[in-house]
């Protein structure tokens, strides 16, 4: 099996998926990758994908309060939104964000 990581920003609060939400992701501390979600909300390819996937400790951060403010919330109560997880490599992780300007939830998605 071909290992996998891919991401999906949900607004809860339009009811709208989450375009233009920086993320980033981060293996052990060090930054792998930066992207932009696209009006799907999702980013245009794996952020990860193949061998490029290695067992590890991954952080993603998303950068919920630019997103807001650029909305026109002055004062979002989240800002940057940090997911740790641990993966493995050879399999699929699907780690979406659900959030508002004042809470968040995320899962392992498929």
Same mark, same amino acid.
């Given at each position: ?5 891919t ?44 061998? $490029?996937?290695?067992s590890g400790?991954y ?10 403010? $650029? ?17 493995? $490599?050879?399999?699929?992780?699907h780690?979406?964000?659900?959030c508002?300007?004042?809470s ?5 998605g498929?």
């Amino acid at each position: 099996m071909n290992g996998r990581l891919t991401t999906h920003v949900l607004d809860v609060s339009s009811g709208r998926p989450a375009s233009g939400v920086r993320i980033q992701l981060f293996r052990e501390g060090r930054l792998v990758c930066e992207r932009t979600t696209n009006a799907d909300g999702r980013c245009d390819s794996p952020l990860l994908e193949g061998e $490029a996937l290695v067992s590890g400790g991954y952080e993603l951060v998303f950068f919920i309060g630019d997103y807001f403010r $650029a909305k026109g919330i002055e004062s979002p109560f989240l800002d940057e939104v940090p997911v740790r997880f641990h993966a493995k $490599a050879g399999e699929g992780y699907h780690v979406p964000l659900v959030c508002s300007p004042w809470s968040y939830s995320t899962y392992r998605g498929s």
